[in-house]
């Protein structure tokens, strides 16, 4: 089955051909699929959002006359820390600008909490996946992935907030651990789980 992947960011796109069973799907990138349109991500939670890339990619693609049979999925996610209401949350690329490198953003993070103890600097990513399949229907997952807020940014591998995202079962942030953990126990790598399972169970 081929799963048209609705996103242009490029961590998420490694991470999802590296979490999907290459056996049984083609990932091919919106990119690739020929869209290079603008998406306006104006929903009010990753659901929502996730099914606006979704819809948007759909509709180009029927406009297009893309070939063959075909999922569109679509991630939507981002990082929710407690100690600022949850912040930045759904507007986690668009923090201090999306523009604005990571390196600087994460720092930012970090000074906030500066002196905040370690019970009380929880967060998590979050991620819905959405899918449209061939006749229409759509369908959405979500899962969440537990750390805290790293005292200090530290690793290279994975992306955007990775080195802040510090795991204390793990004594190290996300960027630090190998790539094979955070494709197994990440918020994306449970999300495409699930949505693998309602694949399975439609096909
Ligand atoms: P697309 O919409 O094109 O997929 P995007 O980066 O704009 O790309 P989102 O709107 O879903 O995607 O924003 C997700 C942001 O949340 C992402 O840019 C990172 O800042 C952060 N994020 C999500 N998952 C992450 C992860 O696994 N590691 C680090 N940061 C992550």
Redesign the pocket.
Same mark, same amino acid.
């Given at each position: 089955m081929k799963i048209i992947f609705?996103?242009?960011?490029k961590?998420?796109l490694a991470?999802i051909r590296a979490i999907l069973d290459s056996d049984r799907f083609e990932i091919i990138s919106m990119k690739e699929a020929g869209f290079s349109g603008e998406?306006v991500?104006d929903g009010t939670t !990753?659901e929502e959002?996730?099914l606006i890339?979704v819809r948007t990619v759909r509709k180009y693609l029927l406009e297009a006359g893309y070939p063959g049979e075909y999922i569109v999925m679509?991630?939507? =996610?981002?990082?929710e820390v407690d100690y600022l209401g949850g912040k930045?949350g759904?507007y986690?690329?668009? !923090?201090m600008g999306?523009d604005t490198p !990571?390196s600087i953003?994460n720092q930012a993070i970090i000074d906030a909490l500066d002196g905040v103890p370690d019970e009380q600097r929880g967060a998590r990513?979050v991620?819905s996946i959405a899918m449209i399949f061939p006749d229409g229907s759509e369908k959405t997952t979500r899962a969440t992935?537990e750390g805290i807020v790293a005292h200090e940014a530290k690793g290279t591998n994975?992306?955007? !907030?990775?080195p802040m995202?510090y795991l204390p079962q793990c004594n190290a942030t996300?960027a630090e651990m190998p790539i094979e953990f955070?494709n197994k126990n =990440?918020?994306?790598a449970k999300a495409l789980k699930q949505a693998e399972e309602i694949i399975a169970a439609m096909y």
């Open positions: 609705a996103t242009g960011n961590g998420k991470e998406i991500e !990753y959002n996730a890339k679509a991630d939507d =996610s981002g990082l930045p759904i986690s690329a668009r !923090y999306e !990571y953003k990513f991620c992935y994975g992306f955007g !907030y990775d995202f996300d955070k =990440s918020h994306r």
